[in-house]
């Protein structure tokens, strides 16, 4: 089984919690089968077998870095070493309390299965070592012999498989309860995300018609153009001015509806502005319609936007004014006062 080394944050370093705890309750372990060594001089006992059961564990966890065999091995080895204190101690009831303490522990990686290699090990070693110790045999501990017969070690064995139950149970409702909560805070995440989403995308909504609303109050013909020139926006005057609908030049290319106007002043100085990236201002006089335009271009990263108006009845006036001022200027140097002379 492969560990969920890319759920840590959600799983809160469950496992690796569960293993850093473990490190101190072994390496304690470890020291109280030393100090009970004192008491009968089981020094190799408390040194090999504990020893050997650290190392069993450590190994298999260097060896497996992605597995969970590891935890199994824990498992085994904490049934171990309160099989070792029983015997350091010849037999001394409160040590069976250690196996409560393991299985205890166990709940924290939040798997009930743990559970069962620790207690098929204590069974075993239970009923061997009992049925060893009736029929006689010398330096077999499991308990006193005047207080622990086949009754006392058949109880003692169903509570100690009840209390493994138990941990089993609690291992699995609070895995379970922790999924839960997982489910609750991605689900939680999720509705943020969202809610988020909908309000940028209000905001953004909010924003493109406020700016529509501003294009299409300005007195200017306004439309823009993407990297490709295809129209992306066309306002209600430019409508007016150069009679295209929205409809006819929305994502159209400028250049394919305005065919006639390829190689014009505006073709040149729109393609100009594109390239240097600075905008231009100009006249051009667009002969389909008999108009002329005043035009701004300014360019983009994505394109280019274009405000013109029609100036033609300006450009009218001034031809007029500069047709009136020719007339005054050859009346008077046409006077009879001229002529005289």
Known sequence: MRR???????????????????????????????????????????IGVGGL????????????????????????????FTAQFIYQLHGLFEMHFFALIGSAMLITYQKWKLQLPMLVFLLVHHILLSWLQYDGFSHVYLGQPDHFNFQTMVIHILLMAVFFFICGLCAFQ????HRIQLHQTARMKQLQQEAQLTTARRSSQEALEERNIILESIGDAFFAVDKNWDVTYWNQMAEKVLYKTKAEMLNHSLWAVFATSVDSASYRNYHEAVRTNVAVHFEDYFEPLHKWYEISAYPSAVGLSVYFKDITQRKQHLAELRESEKRYSDVFHFSPADVGR
């Open 53 to 80: 059961s650290l190392s069993a564990y450590y190994i298999t966890k260097l060896a497996w870095p992605n597995s969970c065999r590891y935890q199994y091995v824990l498992s085994i080895v904490l049934g171990v």
């Open 174 to 177: 609070l895995h379970k309860y």
């Open 4 to 46: 969920e080394t890319g759920l840590k944050p959600a799983h809160f370093n469950v496992q690796d919690r569960s293993d850093t705890l473990m490190n101190y309750f072994l390496g304690a372990y470890f020291l109280f089968g030393l100090v009970f060594a004192f008491f009968y001089d089981t020094w190799m006992i408390g």
